[in-house]
């Protein structure tokens, strides 16, 4: 393959991922890394850093529309970020001392996981209210969203603000440690944990996937994980992607994401659990 087909192959795989990105809230880097490595045989160290990038663009591209729409909580993602920012630095200070495949096999066991939990709830339109959680009244988890599909507005309150908190963590620890946005464990967390709202879910994660990647991307960019070339097609193309996306997520319903989820989710698990392992697909 040539140079400028290679450029061109990367862009347009990187629109198709910034789109899915900003539609469930994946951030794309997740999406990415698996098809850089797997499809176009790029290094797993400079796959990771393209994707820091990505998911930079991708969050900035997704996140001013969601806000106009209120899908978007800022008050929530920004509580929540607390942990994620944290957990990121410590994961991309271990990135460069950890062995390839043992990235490779932790990205699909944590991908595995997000499949089984999003199975669980793929019927689940909007989260019934439970009793109250004091955290979220304390430091007021909650908001309001007009539901174009269900024709209401959707009122909604954060649950189990303990365990999503500690969730996010871990997904900043991933996200750090795999140069990943880990918008699939940050959806998860809001979504499985804290009962949430799907859709509010996913835009808020785009929010936060920015501020989490920018807190690792300087000691990326320090190792020399970022290779200009790998990094500005992909850089543009999720960012093209992500503003088609945003407009699509508005018209779907919470039970189509989560179904949009699965397919996804279940092929990088598996594609990623092989590498690991030594393992070729088919």
């Known amino acids: 393959m040539s140079p400028l087909a290679f450029v061109a192959a ?30 176009f045989g790029v290094d797993l160290h400079y796959a990771m850093g393209a994707s820091i990038v990505s998911v930079i663009a991708t969050s900035s591209g997704a996140a001013a529309a969601y806000l106009k729409t209120s899908l978007s909580n800022v008050r929530i993602g920004l509580f929540l970020a607390l942990a994620t920012v944290a957990g990121a630095l410590v994961g991309a200070a271990l990135a460069g001392v950890v062995p390839t495949r043992l990235l490779q096999l932790l990205l699909g066991v944590a991908l595995a996981y ?85 859709k509010v879910s996913t835009a808020t994660s785009n929010f936060m996937i920015g ?14 994980d970022i290779h200009p070339l790998l990094a500005a097609p992909v850089a543009i193309g999720v960012l093209v992607g992500a503003a088609a996306g945003t407009r699509l997520m508005a018209r779907l319903r919470n039970t189509t994401i989560r179904k949009a989820f699965l397919p996804i989710l279940g092929w990088l698990a598996v594609s990623m659990i092989l590498r690991g392992l030594g393992l070729w697909l088919p």
Not at 10 to 36: D, E, H, K, N
């Open 10 to 39: 990367i862009f347009a795989t990187s629109v198709l991922a910034g789109g899915a990105g900003a539609l469930l809230g994946l951030g794309g880097g997740i999406l990415l890394i698996p098809v850089l490595t797997l499809v």
């Open 114 to 198: 997000s499949t089984v939990a999003t199975l669980r709830q793929i019927r689940i339109e909007l989260p019934e209210p439970t009793e109250a959680d004091p955290l979220a009244l304390r430091f007021g988890l909650e908001g309001v969203y007009y539901d174009a599909v269900l024709d209401r507005d959707v009122k909604y309150r954060a649950m189990r603000v303990a365990q999503g908190f500690a969730a996010m963590l871990g997904a900043g620890l991933l996200s750090g440690l795999l140069g990943i946005g880990s918008g699939a464990f940050k959806v998860l967390a809001m979504d499985h944990f804290m009962r949430l709202p799907m």
């Open 211 to 224: 501020i989490t990647s920018a807190a690792s991307a300087g000691i990326y960019f320090a190792r020399g």
